[in-house]
Nanobody
Framework: QVQLVESGGGLVQPGGSLRLSCAAS????????MYWYRQAPGKRREWVAG????????NYPDSVKGRFTIARNNAKNTLYLQMNRLKLEDSALYYC?????????WGQGTQVTVSS
């Protein structure tokens, strides 16, 4: 079955960096577009990054553009999110996501807390 397991979250000060990972299994990772989302308490889930199957195309919303970088290693079936210059408002539970046919799959999330 499809599994997405995020890791790498933690507590970081404003201006700091974190690198999230998402280990994928149960589907053909190298043929799937992948995404990162986040959800803060009391807010809707927000898309933060997307990457094409071979990693040649990436997309970000304005809120993270220039600070976050999505990447993938198809040989390791792993998705990454490098987050730099973190802000207080980046605090959230971060999820990786894949859409296969009509089914949406999510990991359990990894918590990122930005606090001084």
């Amino acid at each position: 079955q499809v599994q997405l397991v995020e890791s790498g979250g933690g507590l970081v000060q404003p201006g700091g960096s974190l690198r999230l990972s998402c280990a994928a299994s149960g589907f053909t990772f190298s043929r799937s577009q992948m995404y990162w989302y986040r959800q803060a308490p009391g807010k809707r889930r927000e898309w933060v990054a997307g990457i094409s199957e071979i990693g040649d195309t990436t997309n970000y919303p304005d809120s993270v553009k220039g600070r976050f970088t999505i990447a993938r290693n198809n040989a390791k079936n792993t998705l990454y999110l490098q987050m730099n210059r973190l802000k207080l408002e980046d605090s959230a539970l971060y999820y990786c996501n894949v859409l296969l046919a009509v089914d949406d799959y999510w990991g359990q999330g990894t918590q990122v807390t930005v606090s001084s």
